[in-house]
């Protein structure tokens, strides 16, 4: 990765300098999470006004939640975040094997995300909490994914009427999020094998910048979704 | 050798130093750890004053908390703190645009109906219950009382 | 000494694998891999110049059959479920797969980092992803086409859209798939605007076409995301029944329509700056002075940009939107109309007075302001709530988004054919064939939809298979004006294929502009410029000029010329350059 009459090797050929490149990586980043929040955002601007229209409805559905589950799956999320920053800063500073410690860490939370989130989710295939037609019909039962078909939504025990909505809902963000968790574990596998073989230094740690950024995206999405479909007032 | 210097600094020259290489600002350790810390502070707050009941109040604060910590993951954990000003534009401005949709979009969503509430011509589109006195000429000067039964969220016909 | 050395167009050694800098860009390397793994941003925006032109075939045929089917009442030659296909699928085709991608992918990319003076765009390989989604968008669209096609209307309405039985997943999953594709070109084209400038290239010096990418990039960036969940959702309701827009289960359909709009409105400004970038940058060089206003022309397209987000409600003012936000989004709606205003208003000015050269890229701008004026002043009526009532869903619509649409954008993007034909190609094509095309292009646009105005104030629906019999003369009218329209648009494709294959050698700087990209040789090379170009005027200062760089012949012929020093002094005659010192020659 030495300099070669003052080109480095990690330096693509149509940029100036290395620090025009790493600028124009990172602004390229910010502008994809910009994108993301946007998408995301269009699923909070949904249950804005589906709560807004039936706050009641949604502080009964929200109860089936298992809070404990949930803040589990805050602090998990959270102290990824923090490896994902101490990975970056590793790479910062050169220690290469610290830098893959953390990713391994992680990674690994990310995992114990997504196994929290697979026992929440079969609660409630157990339960019948499903969205749309299915909702009252465990495990997607009674052919009610049929279109046009017989299966109506039914009214679940202790629930009033369109709590389906706060379902459809939930389903909708927790898993386009976990879509997102399981995409931010590729990459940071992929910034690992990356490291493991030594493709970065000092001056040159943008993929582990740019994989780590994505990941704190995920987080962030997760510390709006807790409190919104967890802590309903 | 200077010209290219100044050329790179001209053109996308921000760096604190003109040499063409990456200079980042790298925290310690123990800053990362810090910045936990208080996000966990925060989980906790914000779990404990789900269990109480203060009206509208508890979605707010809750909103509030959220904030706080994706500020700090924002700030500290993603650089922005000590990174070029326009990421930090770019990362806002995706919710200033989120907020003029959800603005406006409440705008109808949440006040349907009003202008017809007046003359007590509609049904609720939240309940599709018939507002009573059914249709009448829009000539009809509004009541003081109906004109004013206030702003807010999918008004339930109770409070009518 | 670690200087990075940044006055030379390669850095030795590296380039063997991309290719000889200095050579032709569609010389540097050869066989069909060459073009399919390409990084080099020129490739790449003719990858995007034949998809699109593909795909304005397909839409142009089917809006070709369904003209054909309203030629008379009753069935002509389909059924009505059969219409609604063609209607529909003419309107997503042209939208997502020839409209939207069509100037930001082939000119932005081709001309994007010449006019900033780059080697090529920030991210080559997010590029090249881009066109690949874009082909794999297309895919989807085509499977869907294939197997039962769409005949929802290319907005996709709900409760309609979840309860057809037509191919509706393949075909939003499609239109979602190639929302990635735009986005990915926008965050390219925005860092790459902000990182990648030469030298002396400051904002203020950008070319307004440079502007207008950065605008449109703006909305492709933020907008289309909220498209990309609004499928999602309307996927999620049609294979779950999940309710969100199903009032039987708690939701709202009109929901789905903000969920578009908020995403569809900013599209049509996606749609209308690249082609106003264009229409800039011909005034600019065919009145041979600087654009009046450029600081706010530019500020106009930012302007539309931000503006554009604020009043998508006016598509839905007869959904059943609550009246406070009726009347809101018609306030809004109004000051939308401001930045095209001042585009209109600056382009006319510029050409006061200014030495008008009528050649075909200029009739087509021509062409576009005095269009795209209807349009944008027929979108006034359609914007004034009270007689939205009556237009809204009738041909009066159809007319104002086909004049700002097609008199607007598709007449700039023929118009930058042309222009930048020669230093694409390197050929010139035939200008009096090419002023024969534009004619036919002019005459049987609007016969096709002048007609669809005076339909429209009359009561014609829109997406009707059958009318009554007061409205027939006027179909069979706007009907013979989209063949006269089509014959103007093959004879367009014939000119400028004939010029590709056989057309006479271009020089450098035909049109005799100031602006960059034609200070650069023809055929461009691999790396754009044989130096990094250092900036020291604004590309539209023809004052500034040297006639070195105003040359609009050969520059061997120059040479010839500089050794005759009297044929040199009829020719800077000829080139007219009243503004130009004459002992500049030795």
């Keep these: 990765m030495s300099a070669k009459g003052g080109h480095p090797n990690f330096l693509q050929h149509h940029f100036d300098t290395p620090a025009q490149q790493f600028d124009a990586s990172k602004l390229g980043m910010w502008v994809f999470i910009a994108t993301e929040i946007l998408m995301f955002g269009g699923l909070f601007v949904a249950y804005g006004i589906f709560r807004g229209n039936d706050a009641e409805v949604f502080f009964s559905a929200h109860q089936l939640l298992d809070k404990k589950m949930g803040a589990l799956n805050t602090i998990v999320l959270l102290f990824s975040s923090l490896t994902a920053a101490l990975a970056v800063r590793s790479a910062q500073v050169g220690k290469r094997q610290q830098t893959s410690l953390y990713l391994v860490i992680t990674i690994a939370c990310a995992c114990i995300f997504l196994v929290v989130k697979y026992f929440e989710y079969t609660h409630k295939l157990h339960d019948g909490l499903l969205p749309g037609h299915c909702f009252g019909h465990p495990w997607f039962g009674d052919k009610c994914l049929d279109h046009g078909g017989p299966a109506q939504p039914l009214s679940v025990e202790g629930l009033p009427p369109r709590a389906n909505m706060f379902f459809a809902l939930y389903f909708a963000m927790t898993g386009l999020h976990g879509l997102h968790v399981v995409l931010g574990m590729s990459i940071l596998v992929w910034v690992l094998i990356k490291n493991i073989k030594g493709h970065f230094s000092p001056e040159y740690f943008t993929h582990v910048d740019l994989g780590a950024l994505y990941w704190h995206l995920v987080d962030l999405v997760w510390i709006y979704l807790f409190p919104l479909l967890y802590l309903v007032g | 050798m200077s010209s290219s210097e100044s050329h790179a600094q001209e053109a996308h020259g921000h760096d604190d130093h003109d040499d063409g290489k990456v200079h980042v600002h790298i925290a310690p350790a123990k800053f990362y750890w810090g910045i936990f810390g208080a996000l966990v502070v925060l989980t906790i707050i914000t779990v404990k004053v789900s269990y109480y009941d203060f009206g509208s109040a508890n979605t707010i604060i809750a909103l509030l908390v959220a904030t706080m910590k994706a500020s700090l993951v924002a700030a500290f954990f993603m650089h922005l703190r000590h990174d070029k000003l326009f990421n930090t534009f770019a990362f806002l401005s995706a919710f200033l645009f989120l907020g003029i949709f959800l603005l406006l979009t409440s705008d109808d969503l949440f006040k349907r109906g009003r202008t017809d509430n007046a003359y007590g011509t509609k049904v609720f589109t939240p309940t599709g219950e018939v507002a009573p006195g059914g249709f009448q000429s829009a000539m009809v000067v509004p009541s003081a009382s109906a004109g004013g039964h206030g702003e807010g969220h999918g008004e339930p016909p109770k409070h009518h | ?586």
């Design chain 3, 1 to 586: 000494m670690a200087a990075v050395d940044i006055e030379h167009g390669g850095h030795g050694g590296h380039d063997d694998a991309h290719g000889d800098p200095t050579a032709p860009y569609y010389k540097a390397k050869t066989g069909w891999k060459s073009w399919a793994y390409t990084l080099d941003h020129k490739r790449i925006a003719w990858l995007y110049l034949t998809a699109v032109a593909l795909a304005f075939l397909a839409g142009g045929i089917f809006a070709l059959l369904l003209r054909l089917e309203l030629f008379s009442r009753g069935k002509t030659i389909v059924d009505a479920e059969t219409y609604n296909r063609f209607f529909t699928l003419h309107g997503a085709i042209m939208v997502f797969l020839f409209i939207i991608p069509s100037v930001p992918g082939s000119f932005g990319n081709f001309f994007l980092p010449i006019m900033i003076g780059a080697k090529d765009v920030a991210f080559p390989r997010l590029n090249m992803l881009s066109f690949y989604v874009y082909v794999l968008g297309a895919i989807f669209a085509l499977t869907s086409i294939v197997v039962g096609a769409v005949d929802t209307g290319w907005t996709f309405y709900t409760p309609y859209s979840v309860q057809t039985s037509t191919a509706v997943i393949s075909m939003t999953f499609g239109v979602f798939v190639l929302g990635f594709s735009s986005i990915l070109t926008g965050l390219n084209f925005l860092v790459t605007i902000h990182t990648m400038r030469a030298p002396g290239m400051t904002w203020g010096r950008l070319p307004l076409f440079v502007w207008g990418m950065y605008a449109t990039a703006i909305m492709q960036v933020l907008a289309t995301p909220v498209l990309a969940i609004t499928l999602l959702l309307l996927i999620f309701e049609r294979f779950f029944g999940a309710g969100i827009f199903d009032p039987k289960l708690g939701g709202d359909p009109v929901l789905f329509q903000h969920f578009f709009w908020f995403y569809s409105h900013p599209a049509v400004y996606i749609m209308i700056v690249p082609g106003m970038a264009i229409v800039s940058e011909l005034i600019s060089t065919f009145t041979r002075r600087q654009i009046f206003g450029k600081f706010a022309i530019a500020m106009s397209s930012v302007g539309l940009a931000i503006l554009g987000f604020l009043v998508w409600g006016h598509h839905m003012f007869t959904a059943g939107m609550s009246e406070f936000s009726t009347m809101l989004f018609a306030a809004l709606t109004m000051l939308v109309a401001i930045p095209s205003g001042v585009k209109v208003l600056n382009w006319t000015a510029t050409m006061y007075k200014g030495e008008i050269r009528l050649v075909t890229p200029m009739l087509y701008s021509m062409g576009f302001i005095f269009l795209f004026s209807i349009g944008g002043l027929t979108g006034l009526f359609c914007g004034t709530l009270s007689v939205d009532i009556h237009i809204h869903d009738t041909y009066f619509v159809v007319a104002h988004f086909h004049y700002v649409m097609m008199g607007g954008t598709v007449m700039g993007f023929l118009g930058g054919l042309f222009y930048w034909w020669p230093k694409m190609t390197g050929k010139l094509y035939e200008e009096g064939l090419a002023k024969v095309s534009f004619a036919l292009v002019f005459v049987g646009f609007n016969v096709t939809f002048l007609s669809q105005f005076i339909m429209g104030s009359r009561g014609m629906p829109r997406r009707y298979y059958d009318y009554l019999p007061q409205f027939e003369p006027l179909h069979k009218a706007s009907t013979i004006g989209s063949w006269i329209l089509a014959s103007g648009l093959f004879l367009t494709a014939y000119i400028l294929l004939k010029a590709l294959i056989s057309g006479k050698k271009a020089p450098p700087n035909p049109w005799g502009s100031a602006a960059l990209e034609w200070q650069t040789a023809t055929p461009v090379p691999l790396s754009n410029f044989a130096e990094t170009p250092i900036v020291t005027r604004d590309p539209y200062d023809y004052h500034l000029a040297s006639p070195e760089e105003l040359y609009d012949g050969f520059p061997e012929d120059r040479e010839k010329a500089a050794a005759k020093p009297k044929k040199a002094e009829e020719k800077a005659e000829k080139k007219a350059e009243k503004h130009e010192d004459k002992d500049d020659d030795e």
